[in-house]
């Protein structure tokens, strides 16, 4: 009986020994699931942490390219604000200066040139910033300024024997004569009272005496010369280029006179207040037709004409705006000659230049007279043909 009741307890041992085995496992298995369970729970959750931190990362990043932006933007607005609120006031200096270095220099400059230095240096921008600075040497052409285009300026007499005219005139009037090498041969300039007036041209055409030509300056001599050929006149000679000098043209009006247009290479200076002795204070043309000479320059050069009795005939005065240009008169009753242009030179004396001019050879076309208001004068043709006269003013 002792054996028999010992089996059953060995084998309920047994069971309970696999039975605590069994949830000794179990309980490992469910620890261990457990754990398997946390670490997949806590992953995604670690995940999305590090994602966030990271995204967070790419936004600041993401940001700061953008201040970055925004900061060079402000920046480059501020600069561009500044200059223009600095370049009105550069202006307005420059334009304040501009008066002060240019257009009042110590002595007066030429009226129609007031941006740059009448035909001297330029005026620059640049001493805008320092208007109390004086230029270091005054304009070359600032004395005087020059004379209006469209009036004479110079005066050429055209011969065939240059050394005994001049001769003849030095004689008359007490010139200076200078000799100047020219691409066709010597020119012989005309000096007197201190200023080149004129000179002496080779001319020796068969039929032709001598006779004086009034140079006319202008714009475009190019312009007048084909002008001229529309309107009937003739061009004798074809614009012309003399170096350092300028261009010059001969052209015969359709009734004959013969005048010069010129444009100089430095613009010629303004005429004194007083014509000096020696000089040509006066042309005057004279035409077979005066109303049909008149027409033509006005029309070629924009001249008006004012027309006013004289004794018993009438005169034409020539302007270029308010300044008396030149006249226009018939020849005598029973001259018949093409039409031409007289020279009226100054002396301080009319009758003794008579005397000189008629001892030396020349012919006394119209002895020394009185015009009221106007003058005393006498006019002459000389040894070889040419027409002058001598003049001098009333309030002389």
């Not at 031409?340 to 020349?362: H, I």
């Given at each position: 009986?002792?054996?028999?009741?010992?089996?059953?307890?060995?084998?309920?041992?047994?069971?309970?020994?696999?039975?605590?085995?069994?949830?000794?496992?179990?309980?490992?298995?469910?620890?261990?699931?457990?754990?398997?369970?946390?670490?997949?729970?806590?992953?995604?959750?670690?995940?999305?942490?590090?994602?966030?931190?990271r995204?967070?990362?790419?936004?600041?990043?993401?940001?700061?390219?953008?201040?970055?932006?925004?900061?060079?933007?402000?920046?480059?607005?501020?600069?561009?604000?500044?200059?223009?609120a600095?370049?009105?006031?550069?202006?307005?200096?420059?334009?304040?200066?501009?008066?002060?270095?240019?257009?009042?220099?110590?002595?007066?400059?030429?009226?129609?040139?007031?941006?740059?230095?009448?035909p001297?240096?330029?005026?620059?921008?640049?001493?805008?910033?320092?208007?109390?600075?004086?230029?270091?040497?005054?304009?070359a052409?600032?004395?005087?300024?020059?004379?209006?285009?469209?009036?004479?300026?110079?005066?050429?007499?055209?011969?065939?024997?240059?050394?005994?005219?001049?001769?003849?005139?030095?004689?008359?009037?007490g010139?200076?004569?200078?000799?100047?090498p020219?691409?066709?041969g010597?020119?012989?300039?005309?000096?007197?009272?201190?200023?080149?007036?004129?000179?002496?041209?080779?001319?020796?055409?068969?039929?032709?005496?001598?006779?004086w030509?009034?140079?006319?300056?202008?714009?475009?001599?190019?312009?007048?010369?084909?002008?001229?050929?529309?309107?009937?006149?003739?061009?004798?000679?074809?614009?012309t280029?003399?170096?350092?000098?300028?261009?010059?043209?001969?052209?015969?009006?359709?009734?004959?006179?013969?005048?010069?247009?010129?444009?100089?290479?430095?613009?010629?200076?303004?005429?004194?207040?007083?014509?000096?002795?020696?000089?040509?204070?006066?042309?005057?043309?004279?035409?077979?037709?005066?109303?049909?000479?008149?027409?033509?320059?006005?029309?070629l050069?924009?001249?008006?004409?004012?027309?006013?009795?004289?004794?018993?005939?009438?005169?034409?005065m020539?302007?270029m705006?308010?300044?008396?240009?030149?006249?226009?008169?018939?020849?005598?009753?029973?001259?018949?000659?093409?039409?031409?242009?007289?020279?009226?030179f100054a002396?301080?004396?009319?009758?003794?230049?008579?005397?000189?001019?008629?001892?030396?050879?020349?012919?006394?076309?119209?002895?020394?007279?009185?015009?009221?208001?106007?003058g005393?004068?006498?006019?002459?043709?000389?040894?070889?043909?040419?027409?002058?006269a001598?003049?001098?003013?009333?309030?002389?």
């Amino acid at each position: 009986m002792a054996t028999k009741s010992k089996r059953p307890a060995r084998k309920s041992a047994k069971r309970s020994a696999r039975g605590t085995a069994k949830r000794a496992s179990a309980a490992r298995a469910g620890s261990a699931k457990k754990r398997a369970g946390g670490a997949k729970r806590g992953a995604p959750k670690r995940a999305v942490k590090k994602s966030a931190k990271r995204a967070s990362a790419k936004k600041v990043t993401r940001k700061k390219p953008a201040k970055r932006a925004a900061a060079k933007k402000a920046v480059a607005k501020k600069r561009v604000a500044k200059k223009s609120a600095a370049k009105p006031v550069k202006r307005a200096a420059a334009k304040k200066a501009a008066p002060v270095a240019v257009a009042k220099p110590p002595v007066a400059v030429a009226p129609k040139k007031p941006a740059a230095a009448a035909p001297a240096a330029k005026a620059a921008l640049a001493p805008a910033a320092k208007p109390a600075a004086a230029p270091a040497k005054k304009p070359a052409a600032a004395a005087a300024p020059a004379d209006p285009f469209r009036t004479f300026v110079w005066h050429d007499l055209m011969t065939a024997n240059i050394p005994a005219a001049i001769a003849f005139y030095k004689s008359v009037f007490g010139w200076t004569i200078k000799e100047m090498p020219m691409p066709q041969g010597n020119y012989s300039l005309i000096h007197s009272a201190g200023r080149d007036m004129g000179g002496f041209m080779h001319f020796d055409k068969p039929g032709m005496g001598s006779y004086w030509v009034p140079y006319l300056e202008v714009e475009n001599v190019d312009a007048i010369c084909r002008a001229a050929k529309k309107l009937g006149a003739n061009v004798h000679q074809q614009p012309t280029d003399i170096p350092t000098v300028g261009t010059f043209a001969i052209v015969g009006d359709p009734q004959g006179g013969v005048f010069a247009p010129i444009r100089f290479v430095t613009r010629m200076s303004s005429k004194a207040a007083k014509t000096p002795i020696g000089h040509v204070a006066w042309n005057e043309l004279v035409t077979p037709d005066p109303a049909a000479a008149a027409k033509f320059y006005s029309d070629l050069l924009g001249w008006s004409v004012d027309v006013m009795p004289m004794g018993e005939t009438t005169y034409r005065m020539f302007k270029m705006g308010d300044l008396q240009v030149a006249g226009c008169v018939q020849p005598p009753p029973g001259k018949d000659a093409p039409g031409m242009w007289l020279p009226y030179f100054a002396v301080a004396d009319v009758d003794s230049a008579a005397s000189r001019a008629t001892r030396e050879g020349a012919m006394m076309m119209m002895p020394p007279f009185d015009v009221p208001n106007i003058g005393r004068m006498a006019i002459f043709m000389d040894p070889w043909g040419a027409p002058f006269a001598a003049f001098k003013a009333a309030s002389a």
